[in-house]
Structure formats: C-alpha cells, structure tokens
C-alpha cells in the first residue's frame, strides 16, 4: 500500500499515511475493555480515530504533538467519518517528517522575518531596554516564539504566526512614531517586541495550538509580565519608572478590561501600542476568514462571529491574490 | 491705549485686543432694553462679553467667525472672568489679522501637507476612483477640506487637522497594504481620502468648531455618502461593484453601529480603514491630552472621559519635544 | 402523473410540482463531473434538490425568482429530505402560476391597502412634502414598494408586508398627532411614508427575501436617505430646514444607534415615528411568533431570540381568530 | 403691601405671597439656636427660604403639601437665591387658595378627561374584568389617581397627568386592537388602565411629585400588582388564567428587566402595552423638553439626559402652538 | 421479566420499568391515528417515549409527576434513543414508589434541616417577624418548600434543595451580622427565611423542575411578595416600616434590575442577603459542574454559559470527596 | 495661643493646630514669586493651604505623610476655606502626634485582629501554603499590609481596613468550607490571606490613600501575583498545579473582566473567595454609606453612584448602634 494523503482517501478505502496526534484517550468498551480513541490532524482537517487492539506497547510514546505513520480504513460513523486504525507507530527520524507538515505555516519567509527581527532590536538606543530585550528572547523562549502561533484561531493562528505578528505591530509602531516626537520609541518597540511573549506558555502549538492549563488559569498577559519582572530584576540600575511604563505596556495592551487587561492604557505608547496590535490582528483575521470561503463566484462568507456579520468576498480577489508581485511594484508612491 | 492679547490683562484694567466672535446674542435687561452678549475666543481661551449701549450700527455685521476689535475692561462676575465693552467694530483688511491667529492650528506646515496630499492622490491608478477623488477634491470642498479640524475637541481640534489626520490615515493604510496583497489598495486609499468629508459640512470652523444643524441632523457620514454618491453617479462607467464598496467603506468607518456607523465593516479594506483611524485619532488625542496637563513635576492628568482613565505624563516628556530634529534622526532602521 | 402540492408528496414517492427557485449552483461530483444544486420553495417549506444529469440546456434560464415544474422523487438524505429531480422546465405564461402562490402574502386586501395609501399621500397639505411623495412613489418604486415585505423574516415578512407595516405606522402616528398641537403632522406622515423605502433595495422578494449586495453594503437607512435626498434635489424652492428634518427622520428611525441609526431621534416628530415603527413591528412579530405555534393546548412557544423569551399562547387564541367580524362589532367606544 | 407673584420679585424687595411647603426642617444655628428651614414652590420655581425666629407656635402645623401666606425679602445667598422670612402662617379656606395653584396641571380639561375614562370602562365586556375596573378604581383610589402625575419630572410630570397618559395608551392600544384579531382587547384596555395605579402610592404629589418611602422600597410595579390581585381574591370566579394574564400586564409594562420590569413581556397584549406606554411617555416628554426651552431664534435644547442627546427647537414650534384649532380642522384624513 | 433500571437496558433489549412521566401529548400518524407520546425520566436520564396503541384506557390518568410501570422496548431512532412501549399502567401504593426515587435529592440529611430550620425561626426575637414566619410556613406551604429545589437545573437543582440553600445563606447572613452591630438580625434572618418561597410555585418538581405558567408570568419573586404582604396584612400591628422593609428584602434580593428584581437593595439587610444569596448558589452550582465531569485524568469541564468560561477540575477532587469526614475534622480553627 | 482641632477654628481666627500633610507643590505668584501650596488633612477635613513666604528651610521636610505644626489664620476663599499659614514646622517624637490621630482607623481593636491573624495563618495545615503565607507576611510587607486600608474610600477605607477585610473574607470562606467537602479549604485560605496584598504597594495611606504610580500602572492584582510567584519560586518543591490555582485566586478573585480580573474564576475556590470578598466589601460600604448620613429624622442618603440608588436610614439604626453589647448577646442560636 502506498503512502497517501489523507486528503485523497474516499470512504471505506483502507490506506497508510502520516498523522499528527492532537489528543489521545484510552476509554472503555461496553464490554469493558479499553481501546485507543485518539483525535488526528493534517494541515487543513481532523479526524476523529479508535484503535480496539493491539495498542498497548505504543500507548505510551502517544501524546500531542507526535506524528504517526497508521494504517487504516476511512469509514462513516454517527454522520461523520472515523479512521479505524489496525497499525500504529511513531514517526522517526529516518521518516524525515517535520511538525510542520502538519500544521498551517506563515506565509513570509522566516529567514526574512528572523533578519527583521534582528534589524528591529539594533535599533534600540536606550541601553537598559536593550538588555531587557536580549536576555528575554536568550535561547528557549526565543524558538518558542518563533514557532508559536499568535492565536488558536482567529488571527495569525499559524506557525510563526506570533512572529509575523510581532513584526507587523513595530512597522505600524515605528511609522505612527513618526508623526509624534512625543512618542518614547525605544519604549514603544521595546513594548511591542515583548507584549505577546506570555503566548509561548499560554499556547502549546505541538497540540495544534490549545491552551495550557497554566496559560488557562494565569493568561499570558500575566505570564508575561512576571516573566518580563524577573528580566528586568536581574539588569542592575534599570530605572524604575521606564520599569513600570514597560510592564503597563505588557499589561494594557488589549485596551480594555473587558478584553482582559487589567489596566487600560494610560500611557501614549500604551494607546498606540493597543491599537497598532488591533489593526494587525484583524486585518489579519478578516482577510483569513474571506480566503477560507473565496470560491466560485460566492459573494458572502457566512456569519462569522468575532465580526459580528458575514464579510463580503470582492470578484477580484483572487486574481489580486496570484499577482502579488505586480501589486508590489505600482506601490512607489508617498 | 496699546493693542494688547486678552491672556495678558488684568482683571479690572482697561484694554483694546482683536477677537473671535463665536456666539452672538441680543438679550433684554430688567428695565426691558436691549443689550449685548457675545462669546469671544483667543487662541486658548473664551470669555463672556457684554456691550450695554451703542450696538445698534454695529450689531447686524456680527456673527460667529467675525473678528472684531474692541475696547472694554475686564471685570469679575459670577465667579467667572466678563468682559465689558465701550467700544467695537470689526475688523477689516487693513488691519492684517486673519482667522488662523485665533484659532490652534496644525504644527505641520501646510505646505507640506498639500504636496503630500497631491502625491496620494496621484498615486491612485484605478481610473474610475482618480475621477471620483479628482471632483470630489474640485474647488470648494477642497477649501474647507483643508481648513477644518477632524474634530470639535477631541482628536485633531485644530485648523487642518482633518488634512493632518487623513494623511496619517492614508499612510498606516499604505503600510497596511504592504503586508496584505489582497487588498484592493487603490478602494483602500480612496476611501482613506473621502471618509470624513462629511465633517466639512458637519463642523463649523468658524463658529470655533461648533455644529451645523445640518450636521446635528444628518452626522457627517450620511452627508459625506450622499456626497459621493452624487459625485458617482456623475462618473460614466463607475462599476456597481466598486461604488457599493466605496461608499460601504464611508459608511462602515466608524467601526461599531454604537459609534454612529449604520454598517460595520464587511470588507478587508473597510475593517482596515477603521482601525487606521482610531490608531490616528486615538495617539492624538492622548498625547494632546498629555501635553496639556504638562507642567512642573506633575505626573497625571485629571480624568479624561473618553479614555476612562487619567494619563501618565512621563518625566521625559518635555525634553523629548523639544528635541524632535534628533528624534527623527535616528529613526534609520527598518 | 397527476400535479401534486409538495407538501402532500411522501417520502420516496415520484411526483411533479410547480416550485419556486431561490438558489442554483453547479457543484461538482467525486467523479468531476457537474451537477445541479437548487434550493426550492413553496409558501412554507424549503427543499434542497438535486438534478444528477441533462440539465445543461435549461441551466442558464434558472435564476432566484423563477417559478419551475419539475419531476421527480422525495427522498431522505444526512437526515433531512432532498429532491432529485429527473425533468425540470421554467413555468411559462400557459401555465398560470404566480410568484404570490409561492411566498406568504399579507390577509389584508391590496386594494384596500392601496385606496388608504392614496388617501394618505392625498391628506399631506404641505406643497413641497407631497410634491416629494408624489415623485418618489412615482412608477417603478410603487411597485417595487408594494409587493415588498418588511423584514426577512421577523415582523410583515410576506408580500405586501412593507405596505401594511407603513399604514399601520400611519395610523399610530395620526393619532398621536392629534395629542400634540405641536407635532408636524404633515412631516410625521411624509416620514411615515418614506422611512423604510430602502427596503425596495435592500431586500429581494424574488430571492425569498434575501439580502442584495448594495442592501447589505449600504443598509436600507442610507439608501433611503440617497433616494429622498435626490428627489428633493429636484423639487424647486424645498426649504433646506425641511429637508434636513425630512432626512432626519429617515436616519434616526430605528430610534439608537446600535439599531442601527447613524443619529438618535432629535426631533418631536422622530421620537414618535420610531415609536410608532416600534409598537407596528413588535406586535406584528409576537403575533405571528404566537400563531406560529398555536397548536393543541400547547401554552407556550419555543424560545424566541428576538424576545427573548417564550411566549405564552392563550386558550381563546383560535376563537379570537376565527371570529374576526364579531369582535370588530364590538369597538364602537371611543 | 400688596400680594404678589413670586416671579415678580426682586431681589432685596420686602413682599408678601403664597407659596407651596415641599419640604421642612428645623435646624441648629452655630449658637446652638434652632431655626427653620423650609423648600417653597411656585409652579416653576423652588426656593429654600429661612425663619430665623418667632416660627414655634406655627411649626407644627406645616407639612409638604400645606400652602403658607408669608412675608419676607428676597436676599442672595451663596451665589442663589434666599427668602427670609419675617412671618408666616398656614392658608385657610379663606384665602381661596388650590394646590393646583402651585404645581402644574395638564392641558386637558379634566371633565373630558373623567368622561372619556367613564367610556372607555363601559366598553369593557368581559364581566370579570370590568368588576375589576370597577372595583379598583373605586372611591379614594380614584381620587388620587386624577391627582397624580405620571412621573416625578420626565414626562406627564404635572397634576391629572397620569389620567392623561392613561388615556393616551388606551387609544393606541384600541387602534392596534384593529390591526390583529388575535388581540384580547378587553384584556389590553384593562391593564393599560391599572398598569400605573401603583404611582398613586409611589409618588406624593403633594410633596411637588417626590417618593414615598414605600414606593422607593418597593416599585410602582410591585403595589399595582399587590393591589390588583387583592382586588381580584374577592370577585368570585375570576379565572386564573385572566388573573395570571392580568397581573402579567401590570408586570411587564416597562418592558424590559433593566427597566424594573421583573418579567418581560410574554403575551401579545403585553407587547402592544409596553410599546403604546413608550410612545405616550417619550413624546409626552420630548414635547415638554423642547417647549421649554423654545424661546427666541434658539434652535437647539441643552443636552437631554433621558434623550441621551439635545433636542432640535423647529422654526414654526410656535406658530403651531397658538394654531392649535386649526391644525385640528385639517385632520379629515383616513 | 425482571424489572430493570433503565440505565441498565441495552439497545434492542425488552425490558418492565418503572419511570416517571415528565411530559404527556397525544400525537397523530401520518395514517391520522393518534399515539401516545411520552417523556420519561429517570434520576439522571431523560426518554423520548411512544405507545402507538392501547393506551386510550390508561391515557387519562397520565401527567407529570406520575410514576408509571412499562414493558417496552429500547430502540435507536433519528440518532437518539426511544422507548417502545407495548403495556403501560400507573404505579400505585402496593408498588412501593417514590418520587424521590426519580428525581436527584440534596445529600444533606432532610431531618438535620429540618431541626436546623426549626431552630433559626425560634432564633427570630422580633414578635412581629416571628408570627410572620409561623403563619407563612404553616402547612402546605413549607410541604412544598421542603421538597422544591431551589433552581431548574443550575444550582441545587435537586428535591430539598431550597431548604438546603435557604440554611446556607441563613448562616452565612448570622456571621455577617456579628461584623457589623448596625444590621437588624432578625429582619435579615426572615428575609432569608422568605426570599424564594415564591419558587414553590413557579418551579413545579412533579414535572421535574419545569415551570408552572404562573411562575412563567409573575416571576418567583413577585409571587413571593403578594403571599408575604398577604400573611402580613392578617397581622395586627404589624409596623408599616417594618413591612415596606421586609418585602424590600424579597424584591431586591437578585440585586440587579438586569437579574430581575424590581428594585436594588436599598438596605444594609438587602445587600448582605443578594451577596449571600450568590455565594451559596454560585459556589453549589460550579461544585455540582465540575462534578459532573470529573472523570479519569479530565482537568477541564466544556464550557458553562453561566460561568462564562470551562471550569478547572483539580487533581485531588475526587480523593477530597470520599474523604468528608476527616476533611471536617480539621476545621478547629477560628 | 493654646492648640487647637481645626474642626473648633472660626473664619478668620487665628489659630496653632497639628495636622497631616497631602499634598505639597511649590507654585508662583502674578509677580514670578514662589508660594507653598500644600493640601492638609484631618481625620474627617481637607484643607488647602498657602504660605507666602518664609517657608525655604522647611521646604525639603515636606512630604506627604508627614505630621506639621502650624499658626495660621482660616479664612474664605473662592466660595471655600484656605488656611494662610504664618508659622510651620514638621512635627517631632517630642510632640507625642501619631499618623493614626490623622487618619480614620477601624474600630476593631488592633491586637485582637493580629490574634486572629495568627490563628489564621497556623490554621494552615499544607506544607508548601504554609510556608508562602509565611515567607511573603515576613517582616517589612505585614508591617503594610497591617496599616494599609482596603480602598481608598469606598470600603474599610480606614488604617487597618485591609487586616480587617482580609479576616472577615476568612471567616466567611471558611463557613462556606463547611458546606462542600469539594473545596481545598488550605488553599482557599491562602488565597483569602494573599489576594489583597498588592494593596500595599497601590495605596499610599501616607498620603491619605492616594495610589502611587506604580499601583496606577500595575494595579494592585498585577504586583501581588509578581509577588507571590517570587516567593513560591523560592519555595523548593512547591508543587506546579498549587502554584497555578494559588496564582489563579489572586488574578480572578475581583469576579469578572470589566473589574480589573484578568481571568474571570474558574475554581471552585476562585468562585467563593470572589463572593466572598463581594459580601465583605459591600456590606461594609453599604453601612459606612448609610451611618454617614444618619443624623435627625433623615430617611435617605443622597444617591450613591457606587450602589447606583440612595440607601434607606431606618428609624432604629442609631439605637442598634449604641447597643451593641446586646445585640451580640441574643445571638445564642444556631
């Protein structure tokens, strides 16, 4: 049997592929023996999937965020389809499948969004915020956040998303800059670079992107300003005020309290900084959300409820879609 | 006596100043005789002025938007600040003063905005939103285009703050486009251009940014529809698609139907537009808020009703102001 | 075979029908090959249909709107019912059927709703109100205006819905006229009038009252608005205090902003109106949600989101019903 | 001296007059002295008035409600105004003297008011509830319920007002009766009668319209619905049902739970007396806002809380007024 | 056959029940036959049931809050389950059968409360209050108060269950008291004692819990409010201050218009009682909710509309459970 | 001049008095002088003070908090009272002045709250909660936590209201324990003793309650969560799931989002402590609110924005409150 995507199996055909594990069960018959229940992802789909034997010497290298090669049978079940699995066993190396494979990835390259990320925290003057942002993003929390998604679903819900995110937000920071010298801008980039860390730990991104339980019982914009406190406890001579200005940006930054920050802004870089962060997640959101049902010729997505309404899907868009270089070159202008 | 500014008298002391008529009444005394009473505005302040006698020759000229010059004393009455006048005319040609020296007034060069504005325009190569942006623009609205402030005292509350505050709005939409190929950058910007037009009609300049009834009635974005839905209609050709849009993304900007928009965004374009502009709205705001509490050593402004909260005014604050040219100097990264 | 109502056909019996089409879509089967997919209505009930081959030559006459005779079988399909159809030709002229036969209709009498509208717009005393009434129900309006229903689906949604909506606010507003010296009769009436003739636009009858494009873009206050301010345009001397409260009226009809309405109701004349639109609707809507489910001794309704409740049904409903005539004998008090 | 008009006084003049007590107090002067404190009311002004002396013998027969005949000087005091008064005694029969003299008074003669009121009970059918009617609005219930007014200052805030707010919801329910059959309308007509008895104990109108301690604690809702069903308990057969759906009436009136209804409407009869109410209130109160402050070329009310904006004054609202006659002769019109 | 628990039934086995009927209707076939329709419950479980024949001699006597004995079938249908019923008779006295065996039951011991209740009514010092609670929960009422739950499904939603909260917040209100002297104990007490007695008859428990149409169109408070004013009323001498207070405590104790109470605590005692009143059915009702999913290494219950969120579920839960009785012993602290 | 309380001065008299410092700023005269302007405090009085001159050598000694000694003059300024101070010095150990004369202070005796305290804390039985309680109530923060008040003037808003808060909150949690063997009544306890401690650094009670600009930027939710996981980190072994849910306590315990909450609570014990901390607080708002107004016959306080109604005085609240000693006696019952 040949190697497939799960994508092309029909119904009742057996087959073998490739399968990322989101969550993993082992429940009861009526009979009261155990099988396997298991939840399995590809990059688009989610497959509901029962093993009834045979299990018990791979159940424990199971867990989220492992892939596996099955073989199986695709088959109805309750109005929905189940893959009946007969083998299983953990994908290793010599397989030479990556999480990736299984997971929505940015669209942006990441060695262009890395070198970005680079040329952004040279270009703080101010010595402390400097250091504060250097040994924040030292080593692991780094490559957590660059793999991790800005969110479970709505806006940047993808592998490097938070990092696109990330970058979206210093552009429209730096620009808005511009038009007011009033404006701390070490500070403003400084917030910005760090306000979403606390998503590293709030988020796992190997479960496809569900919250921990630490990310569900503190929030990550707690997480993150404990774990900004510590960073800043270790510079010696940080200067307390630009202390407590950073960690306001951190903990307004969703502007309202009923978004869950537990301070509104009350700074200008917290303002600037709480709207620039809007207009990235939902322009972001919206255009996701109109590509997932731009096909034929539909004119509506249907309701979608973070807007509020459904959204229309303009006749060009996708024609505005494929010719993204020709879009980028009528650009030369103010 | 010597021509004086109002901010400089003393209370009780007899004085000749030029100033703006905002508000213009005759009212009745005990004893039955008609008086005087006008509201009379400098750069920065208001005041209450009467005129017992002697008005009648004078009295027809007028009218919100006059400047006069008068002589009179300032008293105290009521707890408050009145001045009395003996003497008033208005003022004419020669004596050289116009309405911008009693009004605030953008900090940037106007100059420099009307180029700005004129290459945005020019970058538009839709032909059928050139044409619109080009009639829409024609003569006199563009005249009270660039006169008016973008709002009565909130954000922009200044001579060509509506120009100053669109050119911000069109440029984080310019940005925003760059990282989004499907969006229709030319509708984007179009839209940027006409959004509040309507607030031309809306406000009146020269009643010191008070309310038309017309504009009480309407609200800026129904008269700036209409508007542009004549100027359409006028343009052979214009696609059915693309005015629906248009005027979708005028109607839809205020973001929320409790924030005076009778649709909220339904396109990628419109949900960006409404996020530039509370980005551009809200930084200005704060930071006009922030300046004005300015002063000594203090750290917080009163309580500000629209961001529901007092402001933090950083110690730094002044120092960065005056040293905007450094500022923008070091702003060569990304 | 004999024609048969849909709503007597059982379960995998063959039959022929008249049926309305409010969607069409060619799909594509596992196989690529296309095949036609309708939505199908009669007064009450909507049907998925299939047409698996030989539709290729009637395919582009089928639009939303057209009223087709079809053969073919009642099958059951995912839990629900399907049609597949196996013959299908738009009905013509020969074959007498009527859009009305496939859409609930209003019980009130069209003549005599259309002998109250005229003696309505013949009452209005002020020359430029009833020249603006004449010429905006002028022709292709009318028509449209008087098969349209009200809302899609909550208060008078069937054919001639909007019509008795408007008499009843008529009405309402007449009466409280007569209350309040102070009220401009004429105006109230001329916004009566024309409040919701957006509607025309903004809902499409012959989709089964869908939403169009411009009507979901635009939203039936503004297009509204755009139609009188046009029509006002044209008519000579139209005092411009008049006009803006004529617009004002429109605008703020459904009396707040999250309604809605871009400006609240500023006016005597606005509040009543919206009061009016209120008292006319909700009663309409609880009505028909009553009558819906009036069934057996069942007490009460499913809950009903727009209320937000379940509603309570009466023991004498029915009676109350039946004997119409006999309880309109009983009025003669005040 | 002469008697005079309070609002003919000025200030530093000695003067006699009649006024209304609204509230009384004896407080304690910085020596340890008492002194009296009294609130006056004419039928537009209040004023706090002091009687430092000679006040013992007449202080316990003053009350909110009792009209005096005073002697004293209006002085200025804290930047208001102050009667101190030198004598004082309560008015008698003698001196001819109703408190409908000092409060304001409906515009509607009361014996077409309390003829119309007598119609509409006779037109009530069902023999249950028009011994309901009859038994609660029987003797000194009645009484103060002609007295009363509807609210303490929003809308119907003046004597016989809320006979004739009454009087206005039971024509529009009777008009909307007309449009639905399915509408029990001796249901509706009675509890729009005894929707708002409980007023007559919520508020005192001898107190110039303030609450009662009881009708602070528990509602006008609450004591009409206490009332009612006490009423109900003694006629003999009275059916459950109607009892339920009555007291349900008086319940759900303000139609919606933030506005102290503890149900919201559920029956179609409750749904049309919420609305009717609203529109009887609203323009009731948008009228008497905007008469007073129409005066001049004024063309706009302060801000209106309850609107939630400031009300437009129209150009011809005078004219109107003193037309009142003629504007009725133009009513023959459906 | 064997009578079964229906838990224990398989699919497709026949089986002799006792269940207790929630739900009663007489359908009609397709054919026009009529048949017998059914809910049925069980302590944890909820049946659609069907008789098609001879059930016209047992119809009568069936409706909720009967237990019956079935011999039936349990098969699948429409993706649920359904009970066949072939012979069906009303359960009588020889049975042995409770209703308590249906439904869910307060684990706390019914004597413990009912010596507990009888001690907090003999704690009441106040003669006037005393007599007002002996004579309210005198006979049938406190039979019903017994057995009533306190809510339909949220929190001690179970039989006992208002007296279970009632004790609750008895003892919660006792300790506030010792805070604060300024509280009048024995007002607070019999507030608590009273507050939801209306729930006796808005909740019916013989329907399992669902709503009487008296509850649904009066609320439990008003009803509550009439009988106490009623009980009052019998009583002479009974304070009006007092009274006007105690039916405060009833009106108010949601706390909040929005929840239903017709007025706001106005009283020291009404505020204590509504945050009482939350505390002990808030904590009772997210116990029972992540009880009831408190299953194998489960850490998170789904999401609950009333908590707004998904409910955390500790490791240790189910150890702490089984071990009450040491748990209790630790308790000898302050 | 003999020492006087501020609250015996007259206008115009001058006078010696000791009072507490709030506010301090140096500002200057019409002339360019420097003037001190300083903001004074009593237990019950503000005052605004000047001193023109002499004022340079004590000028550094002044911060708010700190006690002075003055001879000055009270005189009427502006509608109000200043103190023009002649003579001032900083108040020394000599003079025997405590803050605590100058600031209201609970009425519990202090040493009796520590005893409880410390029962509380040893009540503790979990190893790893234990030595938290302990370690973050070491030394300098208890010294805080033991003056701070809870609020800054709504609830226990007096030196010692935060310790008398916390103990109330304690008691009642612990009541509830008893109620549900489910709840983890260590770390309930815990989370009761902590979830307030960011007070001490968001309140300045030196400066009569004001907040500090790190409170202002944090909230006092953020610096103890900071707090507490710094002393957890130190604490080895301290288990990760207790970690989380003791963090989770302190972040949902003000209940919902718009209250500042970051996470709204999703434990068992995050719903209690919440109410519990509800019932506490209110309560003891409510009766501050209402004994500050009891005086004479009064019936109502003004209205209070924070309960959203005025508060009902009754008759017998002032006897209840001199009573006490009784009223705690009859308390022998359940």
Redesign the interface.
């Known amino acids: 049997m040949e190697i497939k995507k799960i994508s092309e199996v ?1 119904v009742n055909e057996e087959f073998i592929a490739f399968l990322l594990v989101s969550k993993v ?1 082992v429940k009861t018959k009526k009979n009261g023996e155990p099988y396997l229940s298991l939840e399995l992802k590809d990059k688009a789909l989610t497959f509901q999937a029962v093993m009834w034997e045979n299990f018990e010497n791979v159940k424990d290298e199971l867990e989220p965020g492992r892939i596996i090669k099955i073989q199986g049978t695709l088959s109805e079940y ?2 929905g389809q189940q893959i009946k699995i007969s083998r299983l066993r953990v994908a290793d190396e010599k397989d030479g499948i990556k999480l990736e494979d299984f997971l929505p990835v940015s669209k942006r390259p990441l060695d262009e969004m890395l070198d ?1 990320f680079e ?2 925290t ?2 703080i ?1 101010n010595e402390y915020l400097k250091k504060l942002i250097d040994s924040v993003f030292d080593g692991q929390l780094k490559e957590r956040f660059i793999m991790t998604p800005a969110g479970k679903s709505w806006h940047h819900a993808y592998i490097h998303g938070l990092l696109e995110h990330t970058l ?1 937000i ?3 920071c ?12 070490d500070l403003l980039i400084a917030g910005a670079l760090l306000h979403d860390i606390g998503k590293t730990e709030e988020l796992d991104y190997k479960k496809a992107f569900g919250y921990t ?2 990310g ?4 990550h ?2 997480i993150a ?2 774990e900004v ?2 960073a800043i406890d270790k510079i010696e001579g940080f200067p ?2 630009l202390k ?2 950073t ?2 940006l951190i ?1 307004s930054h969703q502007g309202k ?12 870089e917290a ?2 900084l709480y ?2 962060d ?3 997640a ?3 959101a ?2 996701n959300a ?2 997932a049902e731009s096909e ?1 010729d539909k ?2 997505t249907k309701y979608i409820y973070l ?6 899907i ?4 996708q024609k ?2 494929s ?2 270089g020709e ?2 070159e ?2 030369n ?2």
Do not use: C, M
């Open positions: 029909n069960e309750n109005g970005e040329r952004v040279n270009s003057n979206e210093v552009k429209i730096d620009l808005v800059a511009t038009f007011h010298p009033e404006i701390n801008r339980d630490k569900s019982l503190l929030g914009i707690t300003a404990i406190e510590k307390e005020e407590n200005q960690l306001h903990l309290l009923e978004f869950a920050s537990p301070v509104v802004p009350k700074t200008l303002i600037v709207h620039a809007e207009l990235s939902k322009s972001n919206y255009k109109i590509i034929g004119k509506w807007a509020e309404t459904n959204l229309y303009p006749d060009d868009l505005r879609e010719n993204e879009i980028s009528e650009k202008h103010p």
